[in-house]
């Protein structure tokens, strides 16, 4: 059965330095994809950033980066210099590649200090 | 702009009662979701849709059925409510996989269900 876990349920990070989100998994499919969303206040659910099992190079968009380990089976989240807009909850999710549904992790609530 | 909308953001309703959630996405995908977000839980699947008048179990289908008569649209029905079911609701769609790509789920707004 696939699996995602994330560790820290709450964090601060000051603005403007980088900050770390943890995601391990647990999977038996060769191939499957790892997703990071974020969820402000206000409910709706954002696309932050895929990694592909295949993919060589870690995923980067903008100020993100997913530090992909795939022998630690793990996908961390990176966020550069961040800001007050960043305070929101942040969902590891995972997907079979032969499958649409995604697995969630249980969140990481990150609070941006100015 | 790409768009999944709820019916509701606000629902109250009382133990009992049949509740429709309703989901409508804009963006011609063939699989839809319904999630329920709980604290410390994450999201689980309650059902999914890979096409018209198709419709699996996910996680946690007890107490809920759903139905998809036309393509962009994918409902949640709560037979019988009860507190229990208190929660978040989120539906979403994507395109199917094997085509490439990421193809990410893309979210609705959500509806907070409170049953009293």
């Known amino acids: 059965a696939q699996k995602i876990t994330q560790t820290q349920p709450g964090m601060f990070v000051q603005e403007k330095e980088a900050v770390t989100l943890d995601c391990t998994y647990d999977t038996s499919d060769q191939s499957y994809g790892l997703f990071w969303y974020k969820q402000p206040s206000s409910g709706e659910m954002i696309f932050l950033i895929y990694q592909g099992s295949y993919d060589e190079q870690n995923a980067t968009e903008g100020r993100y980066s997913l530090n992909f380990q795939k022998a630690r089976k793990s996908a961390n989240l990176v966020i550069s210099a961040s800001q007050l807009g960043d305070s929101a909850m942040y969902f590891c999710a995972m997907r079979g590649i032969n499958t649409g549904k995604l697995i969630f992790g249980q969140g990481t609530t990150l609070q941006v200090k100015p | 702009d790409v768009k999944v909308t709820q019916s509701s953001r606000y629902l109250v309703k009382r133990t009992g009662e049949k509740v429709f959630l309703e989901c409508v996405q804009d963006?011609?995908?063939?699989?839809m979701f319904w999630y329920r977000q709980d604290p410390g839980l994450g999201l689980r699947l309650i059902y999914f849709?890979?096409?018209?008048?198709?419709?699996e179990k996910g996680d946690i289908p007890e107490g809920y059925s759903v139905s998809r008569e036309k393509k962009e649209r994918f409902s949640l029905i709560l037979e019988s409510a009860s507190t229990n079911q208190t929660s978040m609701y989120l539906c979403?769609?994507?395109?199917?996989?094997?085509?490439?790509?990421?193809?990410?789920?893309?979210f609705g707004p959500g509806t907070r269900l409170t049953v009293t």
């Open positions: 963006m011609d995908h063939e699989n």
């Open positions: 849709s890979y096409d018209v008048k198709m419709k």
């Open positions: 979403a769609s994507s395109l199917p996989p094997g085509r490439g790509a990421s193809y990410e789920q893309y």
